[in-house]
């Protein structure tokens, strides 16, 4: 079995967001980078599969060569090989195309992708990249058994989960549940030693039409501060609640 993990390269959370030229674009001076946490729980899955079922695993991201620390994680914690398209991933569909692509002449049987990135949620992408190759596509997965072509996974719905049977070839929305965090896979030094010697091949990106681009970024206004309200005093309490927050 061949399996792809598109890995994105997502500012860590712990990371000071800003913005420059008016706001226009993202600032990543000091910013420290790292595998999208989705991804990384479809990663750790795939690696579960190349140890017990002998399958193949590839990483592939669009980016640039600051992504390529990045991908040589993934290696380290066991890929096989990676991809990576020359290209900056403007949007969603550019992005989805790009991998299309590469699914495409690959043959992969199995591709996992994260549900979303952590830093635009767009959750487009794994549905996309189906919709494009014509391919099963399940979304929000947080358990998947392979025997054969034959697959039977489980996704979140509202309020539970749902058993789904299907075939390959299937692209996944992955996420927590997938793995839990507690099976993610730390490198260690043997493992980032012979990612080093670990094929990362650079193609270059298919033409395609940008749909869409960001105008403007702006961040979340700052908490206000609390005010506190004695417990008596229901009347200023609901006074409050009403005409400043606003919230009954």
Same mark, same amino acid.
């Given at each position: 079995?061949?399996?792809?993990?598109?890995?994105?390269?997502?500012?860590?959370?712990?990371?000071?967001?800003?913005?420059?030229?008016?706001?226009?674009?993202?600032?990543?001076?000091?910013?420290?980078?790292?595998?999208?946490?989705?991804?990384?729980?479809?990663?750790?899955?795939?690696?579960?599969?190349?140890?017990?079922?002998?399958?193949?695993?590839?990483?592939?991201?669009?980016?640039?060569?600051?992504?390529?620390?990045?991908?040589?994680?993934?290696?380290?914690?066991?890929?096989?090989?990676?991809?990576?398209?020359?290209?900056?991933?403007?949007?969603?569909?550019?992005?989805?195309?790009?991998?299309?692509?590469? *699914?495409?002449?690959?043959?992969?049987?199995?591709?996992?992708?994260?549900?979303?990135?952590?830093?635009?949620?767009?959750?487009?992408?794994?549905?996309?990249?189906?919709?494009?190759?014509?391919?099963?596509?399940?979304?929000?997965?947080?358990?998947?058994?392979?025997?054969?072509?034959?697959?039977?996974?489980?996704?979140?719905?509202?309020?539970?989960?749902?058993?789904?049977?299907?075939?390959?070839?299937?692209?996944?929305?992955?996420?927590?549940?997938?793995?839990?965090?507690?099976?993610?896979? *730390?490198?260690?030094?043997?493992?980032?030693?012979?990612?080093?010697?670990?094929?990362?091949?650079?193609? @270059?990106?298919?033409?395609?039409?940008?749909?869409?681009?960001?105008?403007?970024?702006?961040?979340?206004?700052?908490?206000?501060?609390?005010?506190?309200?004695?417990?008596?005093?229901?009347? @200023?309490?609901?006074?409050?609640?009403?005409? @400043?927050?606003?919230?009954?």
């Amino acid at each position: 079995m061949k399996i792809l993990v598109c890995i994105s390269h997502v500012p860590d959370t712990t990371s000071k967001i800003n913005f420059t030229n008016a706001d226009t674009e993202f600032d990543t001076n000091g910013v420290q980078y790292v595998i999208n946490p989705n991804d990384e729980f479809g990663l750790t899955r795939a690696i579960w599969f190349q140890e017990q079922q002998g399958a193949t695993v590839t990483v592939v991201n669009v980016g640039g060569p600051e992504t390529e620390p990045t991908l040589r994680k993934a290696l380290a914690i066991g890929a096989n090989d990676a991809i990576r398209i020359n290209a900056t991933p403007t949007d969603g569909f550019f992005v989805a195309k790009q991998l299309a692509e590469v *699914i495409k002449s690959g043959a992969y049987d199995l591709v996992i992708a994260g549900k979303e990135s952590l830093d635009y949620n767009g959750g487009m992408v794994p549905g996309m990249i189906a919709g494009i190759l014509g391919y099963n596509f399940l979304n929000s997965c947080i358990d998947i058994t392979v025997d054969g072509t034959n697959i039977k996974a489980v996704r979140e719905i509202d309020g539970g989960k749902e058993t789904i049977s299907t075939s390959l070839p299937l692209i996944i929305g992955g996420q927590k549940g997938i793995v839990e965090e507690k099976d993610l896979r *730390i490198p260690n030094m043997r493992g980032i030693m012979t990612a080093r010697t670990k094929s990362l091949n650079v193609v @270059e990106p298919i033409a395609v039409a940008i749909n869409t681009k960001a105008v403007k970024f702006e961040k979340p206004a700052p908490k206000s501060a609390i005010k506190m309200i004695s417990p008596d005093n229901l009347d @200023e309490l609901i006074n409050l609640l009403h005409n @400043e927050a606003k919230v009954i």
